[in-house]
């Protein structure tokens, strides 16, 4: 087993190196001559056309080269996986429990390799990469444990297709192949584009070799999205990312028969009136920049009474000053390092730009821990924490979820206005209200358009006791987590709760 403490040698690109080398040696299967990758796809192990590069945004150096299948050799890839159905569906629950749970075993076994691969993959620290990896452990057991119950009276639906962003390779998307293939089905994922690749295809691999039908595939959107989405043999399609490509996967599933469940982004608002507990919302606010907010539930609008915005602005810049912002895997503790890519930091400077272009003011800007650097390394997607205050309507940040360490502070002067800038992006998936009133704090709830309304807390995804969902345009389709996530990929007699085009 791999001592992750030593990630945080010098040497740090050697080190992502070693990693690698760990790789090969533990799954060399997955690994051609030249140690590119390759996909997994029904048990074989497929050569793609092309490669391309996976970019550890941590300093910027090529972790490893990534399988860029063509739609060809996914087309192909789909119907192998679709063959894998029947003879899984076959089986006895006993009998799939008993391989999800030899997969586990070897996901166990190389857990600390995987958590040293994911945070050089897509930027995490190591606790945010340990916590990744193991909800995914602790996920699945539960499952192993409940899942009886949950499928009386079901069956699967064939092969599902899952499309997911790339923050949360494995306490989401890696969970819901998990699940889907322990209710009977079959499975083809896709590597998200922008990163997670690297560690998903060791954890597949090892998911292989304990006997799962599961396929992985790699490749540009615009090849493998009529594969993954439209092909015939495709029977359910779950979906993570943006409003703008989830509205088209929608466009093409609501006029067919197929299964989905596809959750978007949107603005998650915060809003505070009649509050007095400052110390308490301080910690929410630190607490709130996990992974830099590159989370689909991370608030990022904060509407705030107007008598109570100088207050409000004290205590963000008093929690926020103290995070620190650097290399994650270097010894010195860092809060969150990078984000996905030097483009995505571009893209945010590029909009607060605009918005101050608009008129808008800055009311903090943060600063990077400049010890928890190398002295020759790359910085690119390196950005701290901003708070924006009075943005204009016309300005895109007003209306958009940034997904990073953005924040946009909005004053309001009335209840209605209050709720009418919390609601401000058609559905949210998540929202909360700080009041010391209680019947203020359940009034202000109840009208709050989103799947999941905290007081005086922030609220989660959860993935087991609780169904996750969204309202309006953060969601269509299957509401998932705990026996949901069972139902939204099986047939039976229970009415699917889902969002649902009217």
């Known amino acids: ?45 497929v050569r793609p056309s092309a490669w391309f590069d996976a970019v550890s945004p941590i300093d910027g150096k090529v972790l490893a080269e990534l399988p860029l299948l063509d739609a060809a050799q996914v087309a192909t890839g789909v119907e192998m996986a679709a063959a894998e159905f029947a003879p899984w569906a076959a089986r006895s629950l006993d009998e799939r429990a008993q391989a999800i749970a030899e997969a586990v075993e070897l996901l166990q076994e190389h857990r600390d390799l995987l958590v040293a691969i994911l945070a050089w993959d897509i930027g995490k620290t190591l606790p945010t990469a340990s916590n990744d990896v193991d909800r995914c452990l602790a996920g699945i057991e539960w499952y192993l444990e409940q899942i009886g119950p949950m499928l009386e009276g079901r069956k699967p639906l064939g092969l599902v297709s899952n499309i997911a962003s790339w923050n949360y390779p494995f306490s989401v998307l890696l969970l819901n192949v998990l699940v889907q293939s ?32 599961v396929s992985l595939v790699g490749g540009r959107g615009r090849d493998l999205s009529e594969a993954l989405v439209g092909h015939p043999r495709i029977a359910g399609v779950a979906f993570i990312g943006g409003r703008t490509n989830g509205a088209e996967v929608h466009r093409r599933l609501r006029a067919t028969d197929k299964r989905y469940a596809l ?35 991370a608030y990022t609008r904060w509407v705030v009474e107007q008598s109570l ?80 205050f009075r943005l204009p309507q016309d300005s895109e940040l007003y209306l958009r979820e940034p997904f990073g360490p953005i924040d946009v502070l909005v004053s309001v002067d009335s209840e209605e206005e209050l709720v009418r800038e919390a609601n401000i992006s058609n559905g949210a998936l998540v929202a909360s209200v700080a009041t010391d009133e209680p019947e203020l704090a359940q009034r202000i709830a109840s009208r709050l358009h989103a799947f999941k309304v905290g ?13 996750f969902g969204g309202k309006g345009g953060s969601w269509a389709g299957a509401f998932v987590g705990g026996t949901h996530l069972v139902r939204a990929f099986t047939d039976g007699p229970h009415p699917l709760e889902g969002n649902w085009p009217d």
Not at 190 to 207: C, R, Y
Not at 272 to 284: E, K, S, V
Not at 361 to 376: C, R
């Open 1 to 45: 087993m791999l001592n992750t403490e030593r990630v945080g040698e010098p040497l740090v690109h050697l080190e992502s190196r070693r990693l690698l080398a760990e790789a090969r040696r533990v799954t060399p299967e997955a690994f051609d001559s030249r140690g590119r990758l390759l996909s997994p796809i029904a048990g074989t192990w």
């Open 182 to 213: 322990l209710s009977g089905n079959s499975v083809i994922a896709k590597i998200p584009t922008q990163g997670g690749g690297v560690s998903l295809t060791i954890a597949f691999a090892l998911l292989r070799r304990a006997g799962l039908p």
């Open 263 to 297: 959750e978007m982004e949107g603005v998650n608002a915060y809003a505070i009136t009649h509050f007095t507990n400052w110390d308490a919302l301080g910690q929410q606010i630190r607490a709130g920049f996990d992974f830099g907010k590159q989370r689909c539930t």
């Open 309 to 388: 915005v100088p207050r409000f602005v004290r205590t963000y810049v008093d929690a926020v000053s103290t995070l620190r912002v650097g290399h994650p895997l270097l010894g010195s503790p860092v809060d969150f390092g990078p984000l996905i890519s030097p483009s995505k930091v571009e893209e945010l400077r590029a909009l607060i730009a605009e918005a101050r272009e608009l008129g808008a003011t800055v009311l903090y800007q943060g600063e990077l821990a400049e010890d928890a650097f190398t002295s020759q390394q790359e910085r690119g997607a390196y950005l701290p924490p901003a708070l924006l």
């Open 455 to 467: 007081i005086n807390k922030l609220r989660s995804r959860g993935d087991r006791e609780e169904p």
